[in-house]
């Protein structure tokens, strides 16, 4: 049965309440079972590499085109897997055509700047996917739930933000926009990781902590800021991702879907091609 990635898109003007969206869940998974149970977990991690093969042609014919941008920005709270997706789903790509920008605090001279200033210079150009781990949405999520910012300022931030993904869009770029939806639970075992395995130590950050105790400010955060901005032309998607292999899946399968529905093709072959020959 195909994976209706409709299901998982927000749509405009709608009310949504995070609390109602199980993070555990596999919506559109055929073969889920009740619990998530190993062999379906073994199906679902298979699934995920014929994926990462698709996605492969796709790019491959995505970057031969060179006609189409492709933007895609991921959000979670901490340890919500943003790093582990970029690097199951986009698993085999042609780094030529992949680029990922991480967007931390801002530095002092980005500070110096209205908030999209350092953003759209990481937009991608013809041919190319870029990949926005946290992106210009921390400006209305971490700035408005740490008071970074008057509220009379980050308010107006939403209308900003759709108007200038809209031009984006205008002038070629494809948007995906993905929420990776975890439990407060998964992320207490995910920062408890860090803490217990050696190898996963560097990842912990005690300003983690801080965050995590304003769960609840940041789920209505985010919930208003994909309300305000999730628009026909720059989607959001809300991806349960407490699975890391069901999280792979549905986010492989948006990504791929909207790939196809750019019906790229590769370039004309140069004229008398076929009357050629490579000289011994
Ligand atoms: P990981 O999940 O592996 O910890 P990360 O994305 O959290 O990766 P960090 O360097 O740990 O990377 O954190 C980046 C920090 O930068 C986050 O706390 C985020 O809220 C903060 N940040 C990003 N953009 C802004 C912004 N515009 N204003 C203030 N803080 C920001
Ligand atoms: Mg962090």
Known sequence: ?????????????SNLDLSKIDPSGTPEWSNADEDGGSSN???????????NQRLEELQELLYAEGKHRVLIVIQAMDAGGKDGTIKHVFEGVNPSGVKVAAFKAPSSLERSHDYLWRIHQHAPADGQLTIFNRSHYEDVLVVRVMDLVDKDRWQKRYEHIANFEQMMVDEGTTIIKLFLHISKQEQQERLQERLDRPEKN?????????????WNDYQKAFETA???????????????????????????EIVIQTLESLQMEYPPAPADITEMHIPD
């Open 1 to 13: 049965m195909a994976f209706d990635i409709d299901e998982l898109r927000v749509k405009p003007n």
């Open 41 to 51: 977990k073994d199906a679902g991690k298979a699934r995920g590499l014929e994926l």
């Open 202 to 214: 560097w990842k912990f950050d005690s300003g983690d902590l801080v965050h995590r105790e304003k």
């Open 226 to 252: 994909l309300e305000k901005t999730s628009t026909k032309d720059a989607p959001w998607y809300v991806i349960p991702a407490n699975r890391k292999w069901y999280r792979n899946i549905a986010v492989s």
